[in-house]
């Protein structure tokens, strides 16, 4: 792939897994990444994980990480959390669905080649969002 016309080299190669239960989801990722924003030369390495588990009949709480290395030095990571609501669910979700609002706060912090712009400390950043998430039914018949 490319990005706009300069041609930049940006491939991304990965993989990952997960896990899903009635009360615990989690997974993981890596990910080579070949071209870095506008420096078709950069190359990093991104690992990240997460997990979410219902703690009462219609709550969750989440938690997720990931980091991103550069290979010129320097990091990008970030680690959150969330808590969840679900306000309806089937029993059978394949009849209507699911739909949770999140809120979820993320601490990123970056160094080296990471930095958000050159000749700057300022390489920390907190995050807080309030997230609508669904999964929508649908059938293989």
Do not use: C, H, N
Request: charged residues 20%; without cysteine.
């Amino acid at each position: 792939g490319s990005i706009g016309v300069a041609s930049i080299r940006d491939r991304r190669y990965g993989g990952g897994a997960s896990i899903v239960t009635p009360y615990v989801r989690g997974g993981f990722e890596a990910v080579i990444a070949q071209g870095i924003g506008d420096v078709a030369e950069a190359e990093g390495l991104l690992t990240s994980a997460w997990a979410d588990a219902r703690v009462v009949p219609r709550g969750f709480l989440a938690a997720r990480g990931s980091s991103l290395g550069f290979d010129g030095g320097g990091r990008q990571s970030t680690f959150g959390g969330a808590i969840a609501y679900e306000p309806w669910r089937d029993r059978d979700p394949r009849q209507r669905g699911i739909f949770r609002v999140w809120l979820a706060v993320d601490r990123v912090t970056s160094s080296g080649a990471a930095m958000p712009l050159p000749g700057i400390d300022a390489g920390k950043a907190t995050q807080i969002m309030l997230v609508a998430s669904a999964i929508a039914p649908f059938t293989l018949e």
